[in-house]
């Protein structure tokens, strides 16, 4: 199947129960072809001015993709292995290799479409949230909504949110997913706020997933860009997030953990290896 | 002065003092600049699905502008008397007059831009953010700044913020300003919650101001868009807005007055006629 009839299918897929096989089948197409299509696209090692990070992209006719991590792309494996390693069994897998598949499935359409047609940012967007709220749905076995209704004296309004994913009559996941983040962040923890707020403090939990911060700056090199005291400043003001998942994790945001409000910054394996605890009140 | 000069004067004089008469003289050229070269414009009237409102754009060659509210633009005064209006005396002027006077000054450039350049979204949203930091700047007599320094057991951060105004020790004004809000408005009543957090709730007075909520569909009709139900969730559950100050205030919004959490949502000319008040610990 082409890229375009396979991402046609996920969204189609994508409107009904995000458990089904129906939506993996399809995340698993638009994977595969999106990595033939980018195997046929040169790589081009790109200047990182990210400590400790190698980052290239892919170039074909006049298009370039977005940055892509080096040790986190493998383009030696295929949409087959991808997906049976991450919705599998991993308790045997390495960490790393758990990050590896995860980035390199994230990233495989993306990266596509920056070759096939620049400045669509909307497709990127619609993949990776649904390739994450997939991997949510799956792994908790909840199908998520998008909304949540607001009962306070005579007042009804139902009020759209992000995922929302129920595990049980006190437990529910608050679930913000984002390609990059920049000063568009704060709406995370005002959403979180506002939850807490309508239905109690604690009662959602507020994970947020993102895949990287990287910015390729004249086409030459790569920075990421990050904003951890303001971070700080909403974990410690505005509300509690009790995850945030990268698949090309900052250090800088890594470093949020060491540190009050020692916000949970963790590579998207951590939630691969601590799903089943979440549903528990224990997970905090 | 061309449009691109005196714009440029603006945008120069803005970084120093924002009182300052070589502000405002900056502004009366851009907006003298603006009217004349859309006087040379024709307006074409629009399709409007607003109720009880009627709007029109401006058009030159292939080029066409936002929506311009009939009934508030006044193209037959000068930018010598509308800056004389808005910065002067306003005790004996009439309400609707005000509100035409900052609404023509306030559209004046961002139309001209439409005409001059498509897809300039910047340059617009500058000119609207200066004009009024200045008209707030003068009638408070106080220079605003653009962060807050943080003190919190041994951390000490620098926050950068919309403008903040020290009217004294316990009354500041937080003012963000935008040319129209859809969904990224939850952002204002996070930062809000933040300076709460960090203040003390009530220490920091926040003002919203904003153009319009107009949107051109298909070139042919003009709808406005709003969601009330999700301003009176951020009012109810994460910060008070004490008021918000609309140039051309949809309806929906203003009847945000009218019920419980009741927004403080007016015409701007409300600002002209309260502003010495607003200092005022009585001042709610």
Chains 1, 2 share one sequence.
Not at 214 to 224: A, P
Request: charged share 20%.
């Amino acid at each position: 199947m082409s890229i375009v009839a396979s991402y046609a299918a996920l969204k189609g897929a994508s409107t009904g129960d995000l458990r089904s096989l129906d939506v993996r089948a399809a995340l698993q197409a638009t994977i595969a072809a999106s990595l033939e299509f980018t195997a046929a696209a040169e790589f081009v090692t790109l200047e990182s001015k990210v400590p400790g990070k190698a980052y290239g992209m892919f170039a074909k006719e006049a298009r370039t993709s977005r940055p892509i991590n080096a040790a986190l792309y493998r383009s030696d494996l295929t949409a087959n292995e991808l997906v049976k390693t991450i919705f599998g069994p991993i308790e045997e897998q390495d960490t790393l290799y758990l990050d590896q598949c995860l980035y390199t499935a994230a990233m495989s359409f993306p990266a596509a479409c920056d070759l096939l047609k620049a400045g669509n940012q909307k497709s990127p967007g619609t993949f990776f949230e649904v390739f994450v709220a997939h991997l949510f749905a799956s792994k908790f076995g909840v199908s998520p909504q998008t909304y949540v209704e607001v009962q306070s004296m005579g007042m009804q309004h139902r009020i759209p949110t992000d995922y929302i994913f129920e595990l049980s009559s006190n437990r529910r996941i608050h679930l913000p997913i984002k390609i990059s983040t920049r000063e568009r962040v704060v709406q995370v923890w005002a959403h979180q706020k506002m939850l807490d707020g309508m239905m109690g403090a604690g009662r959602f939990r507020g994970i947020l997933v993102c895949l990287a911060e990287t910015n390729k700056q004249k086409e030459e090199s790569v920075v990421e860009v990050c904003l951890p005291n303001q971070w700080a400043a909403y974990q410690m003001y505005i509300a509690t997030m009790s995850r945030v998942y990268y698949l090309d994790p900052p250090i800088k945001y890594l470093s949020l953990r060491e540190s009050y409000p020692h916000i949970q910054v963790w590579p998207l394996s951590k939630f691969l290896q601590e799903s089943h605890n979440i549903p528990s009140a224990a997970w905090t």
